[in-house]
């Protein structure tokens, strides 16, 4: 049984990562068929691609390279996903990064930035692009993040 019935289209961040990995292969054993993965290595969406296409060969998965922290290159991915797939259904915001495991004393100030930009600029970019996809379509699709 599948719970998505082949309907839909998954966006996934951080898709080349081992928990994006997981994500991507529970949708495709859902019944999900067109996933989008999002994420800064390409190899990592290489691998994730692969593990989904081998476990359910009709997958369409489109492996979109990017730093989801740059406007520019976030508008442009989610354009090739709709150029693609027409529409998102189903949003996963998984993309993140830790600091350095440093006390606070030593941590750096770049460090510090570089986490916020992509954990929470980023993050909120791809929400925006999410969102405004979602609402020319119906029904309504929800969002999901997590952390």
């Known amino acids: ?30 019944g999900v ?14 691998a994730t691609a692969e593990a989904v296409k081998s476990e359910v060969p009709e997958i369409e998965f489109l492996p979109v390279t990017v730093d989801i922290s740059d406007e520019k290159q976030i ?5 090739q996903v709709v150029d693609k797939f027409s529409r ?19 941590a750096e100030v770049q460090d510090f930035d570089r986490v916020q930009r992509i954990n929470l600029k980023g993050t909120w970019l791809c929400e925006r692009e999410e969102l ?14 997590s952390s």
């Not at 508008?75 to 354009?79: G, L, N, P, S, V």
């Not at 998102?88 to 030593?106: E, K, L, M, Q, R």
């Not at 405004?132 to 993040?145: F, I, S, V, Y």
């Open 1 to 30: 049984m599948t719970i998505f019935g082949n309907q839909g289209v998954a966006l996934i961040t951080g898709a080349g990562g081992a928990l994006g990995r997981a994500i991507a292969l529970q949708f495709a054993r859902d």
């Open 33 to 46: 068929r067109r996933i989008a993965g999002l994420d800064l290595s390409q190899d990592g969406l290489a």
């Open 75 to 79: 508008a442009d991915a989610f354009r």
């Open 88 to 106: 998102i259904d189903y949003a996963i915001n998984n993309a993140a990064i830790a600091s350095p495991f440093v006390t606070t004393g030593d």
């Open 132 to 145: 405004r996809q979602m609402m020319k379509q119906e029904p309504l699709p929800q969002t999901g993040e």
